[in-house]
């Protein structure tokens, strides 16, 4: 929502565990801090970041900003508001100024649709301040190469209305092909438009013409331009064709240069990379998906095109692995990027005219965001089995850690072993993962055992932190999660393999993965449980509907009726292109609706966890598996999250939600 044993390439990765350290704990989960969008100052001597807090009397979370010295002499925030949150720090150009995204200050605080605006913070002291006369909500922006103008990326505002004196709600008018998102709900047909905005005079001006939603702001290194990414055409939702777009700064308002023309995505702003401009100003590089019928399953490359306009060069054909995060050097020869490969997250680069890729670093790292200065230096995130993201420098070609908010965290608990598997599944293809056993298991005792499937399905697991199976761990279970078809990291052949076939290969590939940790003499084979969030919680559902050796199951915000999720999720492009329209296509949708359709196959005791206002696999999915379920007197049991989307956020359920999960395990495995 989305036998060739290879025993000898099983890498065990054993964590040291300090003096007196301690089982990980649910409470853990909420002291787990989050590190996200790293950004080094020019001169790179300092680097931002936002860090994600829980303040648990209160049930909320926050995010603050950040500052951390490259020299590592430590870190200190610079925004402290209580009960408000802040993203997207950047430098301005001469270093004396963070500008941030907050709401905070928003006239109405319990409006559900607060406007975000754009703040500048002075480093050299003083309080934060708005950027002023902007109508509607900031929710990108960029600074020009002399730090005078911004290129903002504003979304419309609503439009003032007489407030009724009954305070009658109004109709909601649909009349767009996308018409829900998840965090959202119902969409209007207000856009996201590109806007200069000047800092002296306050003045601000739309860039470009007509009405459509535009992303990803980039100035090029004259500022005389603004890169920019949109699908300007009618009823865009219909297509992938997003385009690298070009509007002049002394132009206002007039329509822009289209750049690229690929059909596919060219730099889809969903997948969080943003085109970079060469030194001189000539070139751009980005991320340009793969075949466009293959949606998700597709493989990301890098390309070039001219500033000029034109086809676009993709530089990493051959790699067939996933790319993000583009970055030229400073002479322009290269381009680094981060290349998501089995299991790990690696810094690599290639020649701005094709050639070789050739790792910069790699290792058992998760490299991500990383963000360079105008004297190279290399700031990014970082993650490790070891402990949780932190922010790091990349220094001479070493990693140098330049943050400790996790450290305490990691030093007091006692971690166990994880080991990397590879192992044969049904039909011969090699799969790959890793299996997580408690400290201080011998070999010899066998455990109750945790299947983890993960969501998407286009995603993977890797060497980062993972809190959940910690938790598991210290709780006797040994863990198992392994990247099945449709997983990323191993190709586009391997994700696609699930195109339109869902609950079919990739449950052969779990299946094969508990076959293995039971041959290994790790799993106890009459204490196996299962269980996945989204696409790991419908997995989960076709597992179950397939085998019947799972003693209890937890699915996680799932669909098993397929065809009633048309119309009524917000994935209605992609169940288009991958499973067609219903009314045509309809032995398709049966064929992957089989956990509903046939639930009678379904003897485990499952039970259906669910976000109350969730659009991307909206709740009446829960309830029609647990109705089946509850209709043929199988053990199950329906949670819903009030006022949650797909995504459980409030700290109260998050920590209410890995307990029940255990909870249900427990009473039917120990």
Do not use: C
Not at 204 to 232: I, Q
């Amino acid at each position: 929502m989305r036998q060739l044993l290879l025993a000898a390439s099983m890498l065990a990765i054993a964590v040291p565990s300090a003096s007196f350290a301690r089982p990980a704990e649910i409470a853990d989960l909420l002291r787990e801090k989050s590190l996200s969008a790293p950004d080094i100052s020019p001169d790179g001597t300092q680097v931002v970041y936002t860090v994600s807090e829980t303040n648990v009397e209160k049930d909320e979370t926050a995010r603050h900003v950040w500052i951390a010295r490259w020299d590592g002499s430590g870190a200190r925030q610079l925004t402290h508001r209580a009960g408000e949150s802040e993203s997207n720090p950047r430098f301005s150009p001469d270093g004396r100024t963070i500008a941030f995204i907050s709401s905070r200050d928003a006239k109405d605080k319990d409006a559900e649709d607060k406007p975000d605006r754009l703040w500048f913070l002075p480093l050299a002291g003083g309080e934060a301040y708005p950027i002023k006369d902007v109508e509607g909500s900031v929710t990108d922006f960029a600074f020009s190469p002399d730090g005078q103008k911004l290129a903002l990326i504003v979304h419309d505002p609503k439009p003032k209305k007489e407030k009724d004196k009954n305070d009658r709600p109004e109709p909601i008018v649909i009349d767009r092909y996308l018409f829900k998102r998840d965090g959202t709900g119902y969409l209007d047909n207000r856009r996201e438009r590109l806007w200069l905005y000047d800092i002296a005079s306050g003045k601000a001006e739309r860039l470009t013409d007509g009405d459509f939603d535009e992303a990803m702001p980039v100035f090029s290194p004259d500022g005389t331009r603004v890169a920019f990414v949109s699908r300007r055409m009618e009823d865009a939702e219909r297509s992938p064709d997003h385009n690298i777009y070009l509007a002049r700064t002394d132009r206002p308002g007039q329509a822009p240069q289209q750049v690229t023309r690929y059909e596919g995505a060219d730099n889809d702003p969903g997948f969080g990379s943003y085109p970079a401009w060469s030194p001189d100003g000539r070139q751009i590089a980005y991320i340009r998906s793969g075949d466009p019928d293959l949606i998700w399953y597709a493989v990301n490359d890098l390309a070039v095109v001219p500033a000029t306009g034109g086809d676009g060069e993709v530089l990493t054909q051959a790699l067939d692995r996933n790319v993000s995060n583009p970055t030229w050097s400073a002479d322009g020869s290269s381009i680094s990027f981060i290349v998501e490969d089995n299991g790990v997250q690696r810094l690599a680069s290639v020649g701005a005219s094709g050639g070789a890729v050739n790792d910069v670093k790699s290792g058992e790292w998760v490299l991500a965001d990383p963000s360079v200065s105008d004297n190279g230096r290399v700031a990014m995130r970082v993650g490790h089995l070891g402990a949780p993201d932190e922010i790091y420098a990349l220094d001479s070609g070493e990693l140098r850690g330049l943050t400790t908010h996790n450290a305490d965290l990691a030093a007091e608990l006692d971690l166990g072993t994880v080991q990397r598997i590879s192992f044969a599944s049904k039909d011969g293809t090699e799969v790959r993962g890793f299996l997580k056993t408690p400290h201080g298991w011998r070999k010899g005792k066998r455990l109750p055992t945790m299947l983890m499937i993960h969501g998407g399905p286009t995603s993977q697991y890797d060497v980062g932190f993972n809190m959940m199976s910690e938790i598991m761990a210290a709780r006797g279970y040994a863990v198992v999660y392994v990247n099945p078809r449709g997983s990323t990291g191993r190709g586009q052949d391997f994700a696609a393999a699930i195109d339109a076939a869902w609950g079919s290969v990739d449950v052969e590939d779990v299946l094969a993965a508990v076959d293995h940790v039971v041959e290994m003499g790790v799993a106890d084979p009459d204490r196996l449980v299962i269980g996945g969030w989204s696409y790991g919680g419908m997995l989960t559902n076709y597992t179950i509907a397939s085998d019947t050796r799972f003693k209890a199951a937890v699915s996680g915000a799932s669909i098993s009726n397929i065809i009633a999720g048309y119309g009524t999720d917000h994935y209605i492009y992609e169940y288009d292109v991958e499973l067609g329209h219903p009314w045509e296509n309809r032995e398709t949708w049966d064929r992957i609706s089989y956990p509903f359709y046939e639930n009678q196959r379904i003897v485990t005791p499952t039970l259906f966890m669910v976000g109350g206002e969730d659009v991307n696999v909206p709740t009446w999915a829960s309830e029609q598996m647990y109705q089946a379920l509850r209709s043929r007197g199988i053990e199950t049991r329906l949670v819903v999250y009030p006022g949650e989307a797909h995504g459980i956020d409030r700290p109260s359920f998050i920590v209410d939600r890995m307990e029940r999960w255990l909870e249900w395990y427990d009473e039917r495995v120990k």
